[in-house]
């Protein structure tokens, strides 16, 4: 079945530490997202992608990067930079108005 | 400015009644697309319903309607016969078709279903 695979579930993390999010998808979807979720806040956008070699940044940027070399993979890397990145993780691609999120990385930093 | 506001942080109800879950919206795009998600403990994100602006009719999914009401920009949850398995987060989100595919995302409500 076709979806999407976040990899690992949770994640620790130390202080000063970067740390990559896998995300990847066999759907034949070419836009691919990923979200952050706080208690609270409801999901905010930190990259997406509408095609391979091209993404744009979302509300809340800073301290991540992502890269996007082929269709199937949007893998994001919380940097140092990123000041308080203990949050959940969601990942999404879409085709047209179907989107189809993955099940999440819980990051936690110790 | 918040483009989706859920006003309702937390809803009870109990097994077998409806429940109405609010969802306002401000863009200036006239061509949109409103979404409702489920979100259990698990935290995925589970699709229930979308409507388009330009839909005459209001979409219904099952147990689930979205009452639409364009000049109010109001994108309500209608959840008919409340079950124990509906306790969950629920998300309203919208999507401007004039810009990227990006979702927006409301806050969010807790819905919990007692017996």
């Known amino acids: 079945d076709g979806g999407i695979t976040q990899s690992p579930k949770y994640l620790f993390r130390k202080e000063g530490q970067n740390v990559t999010l896998s995300c990847e998808q066999n759907?034949?979807?070419?836009?691919m997202y990923w979200y952050r979720q706080d208690p609270g806040q409801g999901l905010r956008l930190i990259y997406y992608s509408q095609i391979v070699n091209d993404f744009q940044k979302g509300d809340i940027a800073e301290g991540y990067s992502v890269s996007r070399e082929k269709k199937e993979s949007f893998p994001l890397t919380v940097t140092s930079a990123q000041k308080n990145p203990t949050a959940f993780y969601l990942c999404?691609?879409?085709?047209?108005?179907?989107?189809?999120f993955g099940s999440g990385t819980r990051l936690t930093v110790v | 400015a918040q483009k989706i506001t859920q006003t309702q942080p937390g809803m009870f109800v109990q097994e077998k009644e409806a429940v109405t879950l609010d969802c306002t919206y401000d863009?200036?795009?006239?061509?949109?697309?409103l979404f409702w998600y489920k979100q259990p403990s698990s935290g995925e994100m589970i699709f229930l319903i979308y409507q388009g602006s330009y839909d005459q009719q209001n979409a219904t999914e099952g147990r689930y309607s979205l009452n639409f009401q364009k000049a109010r920009k109001s994108a309500n949850l209608v959840i008919s016969a409340s079950q124990l398995g509906d306790s969950a987060m629920y998300f309203c989100a919208m999507r401007e078709n004039s810009g990227y595919s990006t979702l927006t995302f409301g806050k969010g409500t807790m819905l919990l279903v007692s017996p």
């Open positions: 863009t200036s795009d006239p061509s949109y697309g």
């Open positions: 999404a691609s879409s085709r047209g108005y179907g989107y189809t």
């Open positions: 759907l034949n979807h070419d836009a």
